[in-house]
T-cell receptor, first 115, second 113 residues
Framework: GAGVSQSPSNKVTEKGKDVELRCDPI?????LYWYRQSLGQGLEFLIY????????KSGLPSDRFSAERTGGSVSTLTIQRTQQEDSAVYLC?????????????FGQGTRLTVV | AQSVSQHNHHVILSEAASLELGCNYS??????LFWYVQYPGQHLQLLLK??????LVKGIKGFEAEFIKSKFSFNLRKPSVQWSDTAEYFC???????????FGTGTRLTIIP
């Protein structure tokens, strides 16, 4: 695709439910990142993938959060038993290889509201 | 731990004023540094990046940044701001050989017409 695509763009869920957020990176991009942006906060790193493996998942807030990437392409971020503090905009980005000189391209994000 | 810090949380300027937003990093060795901008209602987009070579980097919309290794800084500058520069600005970096991209907490810039 032309850019990084995230779905859904908005998600309202009840506390305790599970949610899945999807990211379609730019074709050919090997690195994929998930961040969380809360109101008035910066970008909180969650996890990044190099291909299908995740060299660094240190930013996942708890074991309710998990992510996977298949085929070196699409990634899914799953939040189990959602809590109100999970409400935020979840951003996905992809890049060819930042240390090789490329930049990270961002999607529009998924706004998650837990009620 | 590798980190990027921005100490200006909210900056308010009048149009035509000069801008400098601070960014400091804690990486050792070779670093890759970026400034991203997020206009209201839009997604993050790259302003400029530094990888090597000339420490003064020019970006889009008249922005520039200077990499000063001795100060671990990568401050963003613009000689004369416009109302349309109102946005949130994020500094980010990686350590060479590590693809993890770390962001600062961002600086909200408000330009008063």
């Amino acid at each position: 695709g032309a850019g990084v695509s995230q779905s859904p763009s908005n998600k309202v869920t009840e506390k305790g439910k599970d949610v899945e957020l999807r990211c379609d990176p730019i074709s050919g991009h090997t690195a994929l990142y998930w961040y969380r942006q809360s109101l008035g906060q910066g970008l909180e790193f969650l996890i990044y993938f190099q291909g299908n493996s995740a060299p660094d998942k240190s930013g996942l807030p708890s074991d309710r959060f998990s992510a996977e990437r298949t085929g070196g392409s699409v990634s899914t971020l799953t939040i189990q038993r959602t809590q109100q503090e999970d409400s935020a905009v979840y951003l996905c980005a992809s890049s060819l290889a930042i240390t090789g000189g490329s930049e990270a391209f961002f999607g529009q994000g998924t706004r998650l509201t837990v009620v | 731990a590798q980190s990027v810090s921005q100490h200006n949380h909210h900056v308010i300027l009048s149009e035509a004023a000069s801008l400098e937003l601070g960014c400091n990093y804690s990486y050792g060795g070779t670093v890759n540094l970026f400034w991203y901008v997020q206009y209201p209602g839009q997604h993050l987009q790259l302003l400029l990046k530094y990888f090597s070579g000339d420490p003064l980097v020019k970006g889009i919309k008249g922005f520039e940044a200077e990499f000063i290794k001795s100060k671990f800084s990568f401050n963003l500058r613009k000689p004369s701001v416009q109302w349309s520069d109102t946005a949130e600005y994020f500094c980010a970096g990686t350590h060479f050989g590590n693809e993890k991209l770390t962001f600062g907490t961002g600086t909200r810039l408000t330009i008063i017409p």
